[in-house]
């Protein structure tokens, strides 16, 4: 079959399906937590239900405030920020953002964070008391670099982490994914130990620690002198975390850092992410998901492939290695 | 969406202006709204848009302008009439000046601040709205003046009107001139609004700032342009802070701390 015949036949074909621990996503395109609000904000530019699922931003027991500014900062082909998890709180989360997002047909993750693992088991409790038709299930931070409290210690210890998971575990059927930090030497002791006390997959990754500095005022230019690094500048470092990762555990990856581009989120799917989030590029184009969904469609069919599974898990290492795009 | 660059225009030596055909935006944008746009279509460094209030619309167009400050000012310093620019707003809400409160507005002005002033100078005229504005510069060569009235001018060297600081030539008006029940909006230098809103506590008038800052989205998603709300404010809505790009850009004075 030439690759002419190839492409005419996927592009009636093409299925952006996947499917993770039981609960069917029409494309494996996500918007990541923190980079989309709770939907409203990005509504006027975005068709909401054509994202594959929106993880929320986190949201912890008390509405927190947020740092000081300044929280953001433009890096080389990224950002550092600060923002400290900003957020209503679980009442008027579950009051009102909720609510707004079930009138949209596409799948909702709550992400949560917490200082405590007591904060965390009492947040998905009363999300799953109040759930909407399309929560599908939990995102759990274990590893936001920009709190004082909990935040990442957290998510470098990995006694802790299975602690977190642990006592979630019972609280729900839903999906159940633990977001980790690639602030770590190695990541595949935490996927391992998600996978060991019954999470159902793996986000990864959060952002990198950074740190910019004024050259003039000889001052860091963050309020919090260091913060988190996203945008296409951490993509290799992502990589590399899912490529770890996916050696070590069985667990379904959801796969977050940098992608701008359909190419950039075919390289965590032939890793062997299942899914991936979109993060800094909502900010640049908050319809990025959709962009990105489009171009995948256009790429899958450009390959000759028919599903998601034509790629998932594709990557080959041995063998003649070619240079391309230079 | 992609707004051609149909016309570019030094203003003075440090600012020029871009007119974009872009008619959704200015068929829609309110007096004090800005929109954000991607120094380069297609590239990720710079990665993020810039904010520019828009400074003039006309039929089917809006005008910014841009002043060079870093990497993403000066790319867009480089677009070519022809060139098409991503654009998305207007965002933010709007200078607010219909609220009834005052009886003159006096627009206070400084450096590249003037680019919100020529729309409210406009609403001002169509609504039958007595206004002033005060224009600070160091010398008469930075002024921007060209969509403005009556304009009171102030210079550091004295070259146009008044020598001396702006503030210093309103202080001076305030106690000299009856502007009955007046109202301060002020786009312009952070030590210039810190000024303002102390003259207006002084005077105990009302006073709108429009601020400029870092913002990611500029649409209330990234939470990266917060400023910081007054006790009373606090009280009043439970916020600690506020965002620059929704809330604002402009805040009455008794909301926000500098």
Redesign the interface.
């Known amino acids: 079959m030439s690759v002419n015949e190839k492409s005419s036949k996927s592009a009636t074909t093409v299925n952006l399906g996947i499917e993770i621990a039981g609960v069917r996503f029409a494309n494996p395109i996500f918007v990541a937590s ?4 709770y939907g409203s ?2 509504a ?2 975005c068709d909401i239900s054509g994202i594959g699922a929106i993880v929320t931003k986190s949201v912890s027991w008390n509405p927190r ?2 740092n ?7 890096t ?4 550092l ?1 600060s ?1 400290g998890l ?1 957020n209503v709180g679980v009442d008027a989360f579950v009051t009102e953002k909720l609510p707004y997002l079930a009138e949209f047909d596409t799948k909702i993750i709550a992400n949560i964070a917490a200082s405590s693992v007591g904060e965390y088991c009492s947040v998905l409790e009363k999300i799953e008391a109040n759930a909407t038709g399309n929560l599908v299930g939990y995102e759990i931070n274990v590893s936001c670099p920009n709190v004082k409290d909990g935040g990442l210690s957290f998510g470098t210890n990995v006694g802790m982490v299975e602690e977190v998971v642990r006592a979630l575990r019972p609280l729900t059927k839903k999906l159940l994914a633990i977001k980790l930090t690639p602030n770590v030497t190695s990541v595949a002791p935490f996927a391992q130990a998600c996978e060991d006390c019954g999470a159902d997959a793996i986000s990864l990754i959060n952002t990198v620690v950074g740190m910019s500095v004024d050259i003039r005022t000889k001052r860091p230019r963050l309020s919090t002198v260091t913060g988190g690094l996203s ?2 500048a951490i993509r290799p470092i992502a990589i590399a975390k899912v490529y770890e990762a996916r050696k070590a555990t069985k667990l379904p990856i959801i796969g977050i850092g940098g992608i ?1 581009t359909a190419s950039d989120a075919m390289e965590f799917f032939i890793v062997g992410a299942s899914a991936v989030q979109i993060g ?1 590029m ?3 184009h ?1 319809d990025a998901s959709i962009r990105v969904r489009d171009e995948l469609t256009q790429l899958l069919t450009s390959q000759g492939c028919s599903s998601m599974k034509d790629v998932i898990g594709t990557l080959e290492v041995s063998g003649e290695m070619r240079s391309l795009g230079w | 969406m992609l707004a051609p660059l149909v016309a570019k225009r030094t203003l003075t030596h440090d600012l020029f202006v871009l007119r974009l055909a872009a008619p959704t935006i200015a068929s829609s944008v309110q007096p004090g709204q800005f929109v954000n746009i991607l120094p380069r279509t297609g590239a990720i460094d710079p990665l993020l848009r810039r904010p520019f209030s828009v400074y003039q619309t006309g039929e089917g167009w809006i005008e910014v302008i841009i002043q060079i400050h870093g990497k993403g000012t000066e790319e867009l310093s480089k677009a070519l009439v022809g060139d098409s620019l991503d654009v998305i707003g207007p965002l933010g809400s709007p200078w607010k000046y219909n609220s009834g409160s005052f009886s003159t507005a006096i627009l206070l002005v400084g450096g590249v601040g003037v680019a919100s002033m020529p729309s409210l100078t406009q609403a001002c005229e169509s609504s039958n709205i007595p206004f002033e504005t005060y224009y600070g510069a160091r010398n008469e060569r930075l002024f921007a003046d060209e969509y403005l009235k009556r304009v009171h001018y102030a210079t550091d060297d004295g070259s146009k009107g008044y020598r001396g600081s702006v503030i210093d030539l309103l202080r001076s008006d305030l106690r000299s001139v009856a502007y009955a029940h007046p109202k301060l909006f002020v786009c312009g230098p952070t030590p210039m609004m810190r000024a303002a809103t102390t003259l207006a506590a002084e005077f105990d008038i009302p006073c709108e700032v429009s601020l400029e800052t870092e913002m990611a989205c500029g649409v209330g998603i990234c939470q990266g342009c917060p400023v910081q709300t007054t006790a009373a404010e606090l009280e009043k809505t439970g916020k600690k802070f506020h965002l620059v790009c929704t809330h604002g850009p402009s805040f009455e004075r008794e909301q926000i701390v500098f």
Not at chain 1, 34 to 37: V, Y
Not at chain 1, 76 to 79: I, N, R
């Open positions: 923190g980079t989309f609000g904000e990005a006027r530019f405030p947020g000081f500014p300044r929280r953001i900062v433009e080389p082909s990224g950002m920020n923002i900003a945008g296409p701008a800094t909502n900010f640049v908050p």
